[in-house]
């Protein structure tokens, strides 16, 4: 079998993906810790040897939903026997209250869930204006400069007024609390479930990076 690499995969994503490990497992790595790290199953065995916790053999992800689903009810009084794992966030988080509803509900967690986004065609256009802005800067830097203000301005903007969901489901929310928020998801902040560590990760890296987890198998490569 061909292995698949993820040299093609943009550094800086990478970079900005440990930063959101750190956070999400309680660790710090040093600058040179992870350069002998040559596969995704190598970066899943340190990261998992690095959390300084007791194991527990229980699931996070059911841990989040739990609390995700007791967090709903209590705030917005919805029978929590309605919020099962396949429920439409549309339905809980009507678009003229989501923006409200998610700081609320965010406030309750004691953390960020990062739910609510810009429509992609804006990003998509602010993105593409970028790089033309720059290239702008070398034929006119009056224009180039604009619409590098204009795209950098624009992505900050939408960024924190957009209001659609980055999810569909409530149970693909409790995944990605469980990523993002490992130790802050689970009953007990002081254990950590050693086994489950590697399917975290790929779900994080297959969302965050818009991986194939078919093909990020422990022998993918990262050089």
């Known amino acids: 079998m061909t292995d698949y690499t993820l ?18 497992f309680g660790i710090k790595f040093g600058k040179t810790e992870l350069a002998h790290i040559a596969t995704f199953g190598e970066l899943c065995d340190h990261i998992a040897n690095r959390i300084p916790l007791e194991h527990s053999d229980d699931c996070t992800t059911q841990q989040a939903f739990y609390k995700l689903r007791k967090a709903i009810s209590s705030i917005f009084k919805i029978d929590s026997e309605t919020v099962s794992t396949d429920r439409q966030l549309i339905d809980i988080f009507p678009r003229q209250k989501r923006r ?20 992609h065609w804006v990003t998509l256009i602010l993105l593409i204006l970028l790089p033309a802005s720059l290239v702008g800067l070398y034929f006119h830097w009056q224009t180039g400069v604009s619409g590098l203000i204009f795209s950098l301005c624009g992505l900050i903007v939408t960024n924190k007024i957009g209001i659609e969901l980055e999810v569909r489901t409530v149970g693909e929310l409790a995944k990605k609390m469980t990523g993002e928020n490992y130790l802050k998801s689970r009953r007990n902040s002081n254990t950590f479930n050693k086994n489950e560590i590697e399917k975290v990760l790929t779900d994080l890296f297959s969302y965050e990076l818009g991986l194939d987890k078919s093909k990020l198998s422990r022998d993918a490569k990262f050089v």
Do not use: Q, Y
């Open 100 to 119: 409200t509803m998610m700081v609320e509900l965010e406030k309750h967690l004691g953390f960020k869930l990062n739910l609510l986004r810009a429509p």
């Open 7 to 24: 040299h093609d995969t943009d550094t800086e994503d990478i970079d900005t993906l440990l930063i959101s490990i750190e956070k999400s």
